[in-house]
């Protein structure tokens, strides 16, 4: 895994870190998930949680307040209750709390059962985890999975991010979203950020949480340092 920082833009701390999938050498989430089959999909997920958990811990994220969010994959988990038993073992095994446990699902994948789906993220809030909507505005669905069901947080992938600064059909978009999900008392992350316009532009949308290179690329096997420009933070704080 590679993990890399949201960072609470209000305050300069990290929120969470993202474990991000990687192969052993150092491969790409591309090519390691190009290699999951039907057959292989739900040994995958579960291998992922434990590599998160035990990866993050090993970095030193007990060291820190920072949560950790973790991608899995919706069509892998047939029971929310019977599937998670590997991962609250790993949990307790390693000494990381659950409750700092996010569990972000992708709309890159495609939602062949949308009532499976909120069944999930209904168990799993139950449960005491957090749950998020990674690439909001992109792949299968959009509004009206939100209108469906709602997790805890979204994340707007970087398509609606990339110069936000200088586009105003986005900056409309962003604003709509951030307007629509704080009266649904769901919190935003902009995901994708690469210069301090576009930090700069989200700010002034009133989005607190940030991921990108601008502040973090991903650290292989480690958590990576943020850099928050103070030319940025002065201008926006």
Known sequence: MAFQPIVDAQTGDVFAYEALVRGTDGAGAAEVLARVTDENRYSFDQQCRVAAIEGAVAAGILDTDARLSINFL??????????????????????????????EFTEGEEMTDTDHVQHIVESYRKMGFATATDDFGAGHAGLALLAKFQTDIIKLDMELIRNLDASVPRRL?????????????????????????????????????????????????????????????????
């Open 74 to 103: 919706p069509n892998a988990v047939y029971s929310p209750a019977a599937c998670i038993q590997l991962t609250l073992e790993t949990a307790a095994a390693t000494g990381f709390p659950p409750e700092r446990l996010i569990f």
């Open 173 to 237: 978009i962003v604003e709509g979203v951030v307007r629509i999900a704080a009266s649904l008392d769901i919190t935003v992350i902009a995901e994708g950020v690469e210069t301090p316009a576009e930090y700069a532009a989200i700010r002034a949308l009133g989005i607190r949480y940030i991921q990108g290179y601008l502040l973090a690329r991903p650290g292989f096997r480690e958590l990576p340092a943020v850099t928050l420009p103070d030319a940025v933070y002065a201008a926006v704080a």
